[in-house]
Every structure is written in structure tokens, then in C-alpha cells.
């Protein structure tokens, strides 16, 4: 069906447009799934991991028999994952081999704000370095780029504290403007954190818990990734990419960077990480061949209460499902491919398994996964309004606002909970850093069938008013909300908000 969220909310791709081909598509099913490479720590202390990573150009051969350019942490798409461990901090320094600057974000991530990755918090690469402008300074707010610091910038530490959750984190670039033609290019990573009570649950582990990046492309005849601008944003050339100011999708479905790829799997439950690394399409994912559908164990920010049958996960950009597949009820032959319900054509199907090896599984799903309070709105909460609309020029705004890193629309106090209603002209999916969120109300009703758990991005549909209960950390600092749709993104779609 095409419904999706309870009720018929009409397609959230139809008012964007897709870039079709010129390489020859390559046939699904055949790429052995990839799985992204685990980082090792360069160095331990007795309660940090240190991690190295240069950002760099490489090829790589997407499409069988062409190459593909692509700006890569450690040269690679998707970038090395990173694990965090309960209690433990993790510093990854970056060098930026890249001809561009860069910002490094952790998505979902706790961070203090020197770390997070503002927009304009730049890692330069060695061309620019004395040329670049300083970033424009906030009153109130400790500067962030001390021009006199630059050098060290060229190769820079971006520190994460011990996460609050257990939670299937990424990092991706941020670049103010620019966001969504680094992502399309490779710039995105696992950062998978885990917590001691999350690790003591009987769950699929080792190779049977599986991060899935699902992303889609276009490729140009000589295989190179085909993007509308390259790297002036659509928002810096006003007019002449018109055509994909709503966002940017593509007719190849890529998982783990593969096309329509297929893994191999053993009678046995499969904890699948899922992650919507697209720049601006929203997929209905299915299961095809399996009567069973997906038990959602978890969603952004962690394991929900209790697990959840979902016989279709409709995910936005940037969101993120746990769940649990049971291959033991099938057979070694049977294969189940995993579907876009909303997609059609080539983008109507996602990748394969196949049932290779019957096996013992050990593993069970437990009716009580974690610990989560749902939050009550209360008279005492402060009460924002944040409208995200479309303006004159077709630019993306909020509150009337295009992004200004001088302007922050919201003063909020360290620790506290607040209550943000988006309002919204079109499908939007709003991520809020350092924060995290739960689903109060859509339109006034209850909240959707995918809206459990603590969230940090939150579909809003077209036309509607979605109320959400922000929590914020207690580290200080300005941080930004946004349209994860990057195309929106770049063309405006963020704020400033600082944490006081
Ligand atoms: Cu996934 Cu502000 O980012
Ligand atoms: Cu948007």
C-alpha cells in the first residue's frame, strides 16, 4: 500500500525530481554486500580511543567495469565505522587531503560544541590554509576559529564524550552550503555506540549485526557520480539548478556503497542498523518473500522499550531503525529482498539475501529491551514555534529565515526539555543536534507507527503540525536544527540555537 504514517499523506518524493543515468544500470542482486570497514584505535588510554582519518579523493568501482570519484573518509564509501564503548571517550582526528574544506558532524551524537561540527567550523585542506576567511563570531559565544589557531585546523581533533545510549550513530559532512554535494561524493560513516546494558541483552552479534547505509545515486556515462551542481550549491547559483532546488534523488540503489546488492546469510536472526544516508528520498522498506516483516528493536537514538512488529518502516534521511530479521524460519535457498514500496522501477527494490547455511542461533529478542520514559508535556515547558516554508525565490527558510550563523532563533537552557511544534509546507525531516526527541502529537493526534523511542530526526509531513518534546544536553554552545532533506538544507533549511 501506499499508505504510510496510519493515514494517506500522499508520496513524500512526489515533488522531487529524479537524475536518471547515462552508465548502463548494473544488475541487482549480484554485488556482494559490503561491510564498511571497522576503524582501529591508533591509541588507547585508560578511558579514550583514538582514531585517525584523512579525508581524501579515491576511486571506486560502483558500477561494474567504470570509476567513480569519490571524496572519501580514509578514501573510502562508506567511511571506516567507528565503535564507541560504554564509558569510554573517543577522539578522531581528521586531516583534510581533500581540495575543499570540510566539517565533521556526528550525527545523534552528545558533543560539545567545538566538536559537533558547525556548519562553518571548518577543517581546511592545505591549499587554502592563511586564505580562507575567519568564520564570522557570535556574541556571547566563545569563537571558534582563532585565526592565529588555523594551522592547527589542517588536522584537528573532534572529541566525543561516552554517549548517553546505546545508539547507531554516523558522521557526515556539514559544510554550510555544501552538505549535500560532500554527502553524495562519500563523506558519511557508521559511529555505532554501545552501552553495558545493551551489550548483556541475548541479540544478534559479531557478523550477525549489520550496519545497512542506504543511499541513492545517479552516474554520468564515464561512471562518475552525476549531481546537479558541482560544487557551487544550488543555493550560491541561484536559477540554475531550479529543477532540483526540492532535492536531489538518483535511479541506483546503493547499500553499503553496492548497487542492489545481495548477502548471503545463515538460517538465523539478523540485527540489521538501517540508515537513510540519502540526501533527499524517503523509502517504505518491505520485505518481500518473508511473511514475518521486521521486529523493530530500535530507532535513533537507541533500543525502544520493547520490540515492535513492523510490517514497513517508512524512513526519512538521516533516520535510523534497529531490527531484528529471523531468517531461521526459512529455508537455505529461500531468498527475501528488501523493497522501497515507494519507490518504482529501479528504485523499487533495495538488495537481497539469501539463505545459504542452516545454523544453531542462540540469539532471542527480549521483551523488555531498555529503559525509556516518555516525556509529559507540561504548562512549565517554554513553547516554540518553528515554521519551515518555502520562500519568494524558492529558497527553504525557517521562521523566515535562510541560514545566518549570526542569528540564532532559540536561547535554551542547558539540560532542559522544551516543546517545538514544526509546521511544515512540505515534506520536511527535521534533525535537531545535541538534543533528543520524542514524537508528542501529529496534528493533534497521537503520534505515528514510527515514532517511537528517543529520535533525533523526525519526519513532518506536508501541511502538517507535528509537536515534539526536546530534550537538550547540558554542554553549551551554539548548535544548529535543519531540514535533513541536504538539498533543503543547503539552500537554507537550518537555524543556530544555543544551548545556555
Ligand atoms: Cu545529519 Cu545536522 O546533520
Ligand atoms: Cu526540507
Known amino acids: 500500500s501506499g499508505q504510510w504514517n496510519g493515514s494517506d499523506q500522499g508520496d513524500p518524493n512526489g515533488d522531487i525530481n529524479t537524475l536518471t543515468s547515462k552508465a548502463p544500470l548494473p544488475a541487482r542482486f549480484r554485488a556482494p554486500l559490503p561491510i564498511p570497514e571497522q576503524l582501529k584505535p591508533v591509541r588507547r588510554t585508560a578511558d579514550t580511543d583514538y582514531y585517525e582519518i584523512v579525508q581524501s579523493a579515491a576511486t571506486a568501482e560502483i558500477i561494474p567495469g567504470l570509476r567513480t570519484e569519490i571524496m572519501g573518509y580514509n578514501g573510502t564509501f562508506p567511511g571506516p565505522t567507528i565503535t564507541q564503548d560504554p564509558g569510554r571517550r573517543v577522539v578522531v582526528t581528521h586531516r583534510n587531503d581533500l581540495p575543499v574544506p570540510t566539517v565533521v558532524h556526528l550525527h545523534g551524537g552528545t558533543t560539545a560544541y567545538d566538536s559537533d561540527g558547525y556548519p562553518t567550523d571548518f577543517l581546511l585542506p592545505a591549499e587554502t590554509y592563511g586564505t580562507f576567511p575567519a568564520m564570522p563570531a557570535m556574541p556571547g559565544m566563545p569563537a571558534m576559529s582563532d585565526p592565529d589557531a ?29 552538505t ?14 554501545h ?25 554520468a556515462a564515464d561512471g562518475s557520480f552525476l549531481y546537479p551542481a558541482l560544487d557551487a550549491t544550488m543555493r550560491t547559483t541561484p536559477g540554475v539548478d531550479k529543477p532540483y532546488a526540492n532535492g536531489v534523488m538518483g535511479d541506483v540503489i546503493l547499500v553499503n556503497g553496492a548497487p542492489w546488492p545481495v548477502m548471503k546469510v545463515d538460517a538465523a536472526r539478523y540485527r540489521f542498523r538501517i540508515l537513510n544516508a540519502s540526501n533527499a528520498r524517503t523509502y517504505q522498506l518491505a520485505l518481500d518473500g518473508s511473511s514475518e516483516g521486521f521486529t523493530q528493536i530500535g530507532t535513533d537514538h537507541g533500543l525502544l522499550a520493547a520490540p515492535l512488529r513492523q510490517d514497513t518502516l517508512v524512513i526519512a534521511a538521516a533516520e535510523r531503525y534497529d531490527v531484528i530479521i529471523d531468517f531461521g524460519r526459512h529455508k537455505v535457498g529461500d531468498e527475501i529482498t528488501l523493497v522501497n514500496r515507494l519507490g518504482s522501477g529501479s528504485t523499487a527494490a533495495v538488495m537481497r539475501f539469501v539463505v545459504a547455511r542452516a545454523t544453531k542461533d542462540t540469539s532471542s529478542v527480549p521483551a523488555t529491551l531498555s529503559g525509556t520514559t516518555a516525556i509529559t508535556p507540561s504548562g512549565s515547558m517554554t513553547q516554540r514555534i518553528m515554521k519551515f516554508h518555502r520562500g519568494g525565490q524558492g529558497e527553504w527558510l525557517i521562521n523566515d529565515q535562510a541560514f545566518d550563523p549570526s542569528v540564532s532563533l532559540a536561547d535554551v537552557p542547558a539540560g532542559s526539555t522544551e516543546l517545538w511544534t514544526v509546521v511544515s509546507d512540505f515534506h520536511h525531516p527535521f534533525h535537531i543536534h545535541n538534543a533528543t526527541v520524542q514524537v508528542v502529537s501529529r496534528d493533534g493526534r497521537a503520534p505515528g507507527p514510527y515514532d517511537h523511542g ?19 544536553s547540558t554542554h553549551k554552545g551554539r548548535y544548529v536544527f535543519h531540514c535533513h532533506n541536504l538539498e533543503h538544507e543547503d539552500m537554507g533549511m537550518m537555524a543556530t540555537f544555543r544551548i545556555t
Open 150 to 178: 588555523l594551522v592547527s585546523r589542517l588536522r584537528r581533533d573532534y572529541t566525543y564524550p561516552p554517549q548517553p545510549r546505546a545508539a547507531t550513530l554516523w558522521y557526515h559532512d556539514h559544510r554550510m552550503d555544501f
Open 180 to 193: 549535500g554535494a560532500s554527502v553524495y561524493r562519500g563523506l558519511a560513516g557508521f559511529h555505532i555506540a
Open 195 to 219: 552501552d553495558a546494558q545493551e551489550q548483556a541483552l541475548p541479540l544478534p552479534k559479531g557478523s550477525r549485526d549489520v550496519p545497512l547505509m542506504i543511499a541513492d545515486r545517479a552516474f
Open 454 to 472: 528517543w529520535k533525533d530526526t523526525v519526519f513532518v509531513n506536508k501541511g502538517e503540525k507535528v509537536q515534539l518534546a526536546i530534550r537538550f
